[in-house]
């Protein structure tokens, strides 16, 4: 069964940062390119970043360009996001998925997320 499993959110303080896994069974995330989107209440949903099945291109949202950094380690089969400087904006709950083509286009699995929360 395909499954791709989100973890590391959590409630955290302004400024503070988290690093969010995604975690695939089933399948291996080697030949595809992997992203991560979030979806805040009553808000559209909003790409965040993206990464190629090699690791060697990476691209980003306006929003957290130089505080969120992107990885894989396809060994592990598993793909992080590393969250810094988080602000209050940035609660929503992130969803990793799998994509068809660059720069993460033609959805083809996603997970079920996982909440974040930036609060003091």
């Known amino acids: 069964q395909l499954q791709l499993v989100e973890s590391g959110g959590g409630l955290v303080q302004p400024g503070g940062s988290l690093r969010l896994s995604c975690a695939a069974s089933g399948f291996t995330l080697d030949d595809y390119v992997i992203g991560w989107f979030r979806q805040a209440p009553g808000k559209e949903r909003e790409g965040v970043s993206c990464?190629?099945?090699?690791?060697?291109?990476?691209d980003y949202a306006d929003s957290v360009k130089g505080r969120f950094t992107i990885s894989r380690d396809n060994a592990k089969n598993t793909v992080y996001l590393q969250m810094n400087s988080l602000k209050p904006e940035d609660t929503a709950v992130y969803y990793c998925?799998?994509?068809?083509?660059?720069?993460?286009?033609?959805?083809?699995?996603w997970g079920k997320g996982t909440l974040v929360t930036v609060s003091s």
């Open positions: 990464i190629s099945s090699s690791g060697g291109d990476t």
């Open positions: 998925a799998v994509f068809s083509f660059w720069s993460c286009k033609g959805m083809k699995y």
